[in-house]
T-cell receptor, first 116, second 112 residues
Framework: EAGVVQSPRYKIIEKKQPVAFWCNPI?????LYWYRQNLGQGPELLIR????????DSQLPKDRFSAERLKGVDSTLKIQPAELGDSAVYLC??????????????FGSGTRLTVV | RKEVEQDPGPFNVPEGATVAFNCTYS??????FFWYRQDCRKEPKLLMS???SGNEDGRFTAQLNRASQYISLLIRDSKLSDSATYLC?????????????FGTGTQLKVEL
């Protein structure tokens, strides 16, 4: 079974440029998350989708970040314009609301963003 | 104050040692608890869930104290391959579909 697929794996951009990350969750997982992990820190939630609806975007810096999950499957996270402080690993994860234990929460391998 | 607090370490221990990690959480509405393992430049992966009665998986034992809002992980007979960052994780809801809140992680280095 394919896991959570993210692309690209690495991205280096100059500040003020736009950047986009893509995520394809595990088939059948209706909940999709974008997390950001800064160096030496744990992942922090940016946005959570249930199907195509963003149900928690309180931590998403909406002045420069946007996300979409148009058909309730794959998702795109965009930053425009990028700042130096956006350098981090952006992790996508998925889970099923029907998973009673919550053990089926799965992360993708992440996109490592460097803003120079 | 962070929602989930851990000692960042690093913990440097010899192979075969027993090591314990502790974690506290501030949200009393938290219902589910986990330890995740994260290898260098990799994504976090579930190590084990933590139950109120305590649970064991081979060399790993997890404990939960809801009254004190405290979670622990004990690793016995450490192996070189145990070297990683261990993330304490809590979730408000009992089932899937709810966000996970992560601690900063505790780095473990097991040495010869």
């Amino acid at each position: 079974e394919a896991g959570v697929v993210q692309s690209p794996r690495y991205k280096i951009i100059e500040k003020k440029q736009p950047v986009a990350f893509w995520c394809n969750p595990i088939s059948g997982h209706n909940t999709l998350y974008w997390y950001r992990q800064n160096l030496g820190q744990g992942p922090e939630l940016l946005i959570r989708y249930e199907n195509e609806e963003a149900v928690d975007d309180s931590q998403l810096p909406k002045d420069r970040f946007s996300a979409e999950r148009l058909k309730g499957v794959d998702s795109t996270l965009k930053i425009q314009p990028a700042e130096l402080g956006d350098s981090a690993v952006y992790l996508c994860a998925s889970s099923s609301i029907y998973d009673g234990t919550g053990d089926g929460y799965t992360f993708g391998s992440g996109t490592r963003l460097t803003v120079v | 104050r962070k929602e989930v607090e851990q000692d960042p370490g690093p913990f440097n221990v010899p192979e075969g040692a027993t090591v314990a990690f502790n974690c506290t959480y501030s949200n009393s509405a938290s219902q589910s608890f986990f330890w995740y393992r994260q290898d260098c430049r990799k994504e976090p992966k579930l190590l084990m869930s933590v139950y109120s009665s305590g649970n064991e998986d081979g060399r790993f034992t997890a404990q939960l104290n809801r009254a004190s809002q405290y979670i622990s992980l004990l690793i016995r007979d450490s192996k070189l391959s145990d070297s990683a960052t261990y993330l304490c994780v809590v979730r408000e809801g009992a089932g899937g579909g709810n966000k996970l809140t992560f601690g900063t992680g505790t780095q473990l280095k097991v040495e010869l």
